[in-house]
C-alpha cells in the first residue's frame, strides 16, 4: 500500500515536503519512484531508483531530492514554480526492472501567486 501526502498551495519559490507512506513492501526488492500528472497533460516521471542510482527528471533537477523515510519516502521540493502544479503520486517499481506494480494514490500540489 502507498499512500502520498502532504500537499496543499504555495506561492512560487516556496517549498514543500511531500511523503509517501509505505506499508507492505520490503525495500530490498523495490524502489518508490515519484511521479505527477498535470491538468490536461500527460503523467510524467519526477524521480525513479534507489540508493546511489537515483534519476530525477530535468525540469526538477537541483530542486526536488527524495529521501527515506521511516516508514516510506519524502520528496523535498524547493524553489517551485508554477508548472510544477500537479498532482503527485508515488509507486513502488520492482526493484531494476522498470516496472511499477503498486501505485497510491495522489496529493494535489499546486503553485500559484
Known amino acids: 500500500q502507498l499512500q502520498a501526502s502532504g500537499g496543499g498551495m504555495v506561492q512560487p519559490g516556496e517549498s514543500l515536503r511531500l511523503s509517501c507512506a509505505v506499508s507492505?513492501?520490503?525495500?530490498?526488492?523495490?524502489?518508490i519512484g515519484w511521479f505527477r500528472q498535470a491538468p490536461g497533460k500527460v503523467r510524467e516521471g519526477v524521480s525513479c531508483g534507489s540508493g546511489g542510482s537515483v534519476n530525477y527528471a530535468d525540469s526538477v533537477k537541483g530542486r526536488f531530492t527524495i529521501s527515506r523515510a521511516r516508514n516510506g519516502m519524502y520528496l523535498q521540493m524547493n524553489s517551485l514554480k508554477p508548472e510544477d502544479t500537479a498532482v503527485y503520486l508515488c509507486?513502488?517499481?520492482?526493484?531494476?526492472?522498470?516496472?511499477?506494480?503498486?501505485w497510491g494514490q495522489g496529493t494535489l500540489v499546486t503553485v500559484s501567486s
Open positions: 509507486a513502488a517499481e520492482v526493484l531494476g526492472t522498470g516496472a511499477y506494480v503498486i
Open positions: 507492505g513492501l520490503d525495500f530490498r526488492y523495490y524502489a
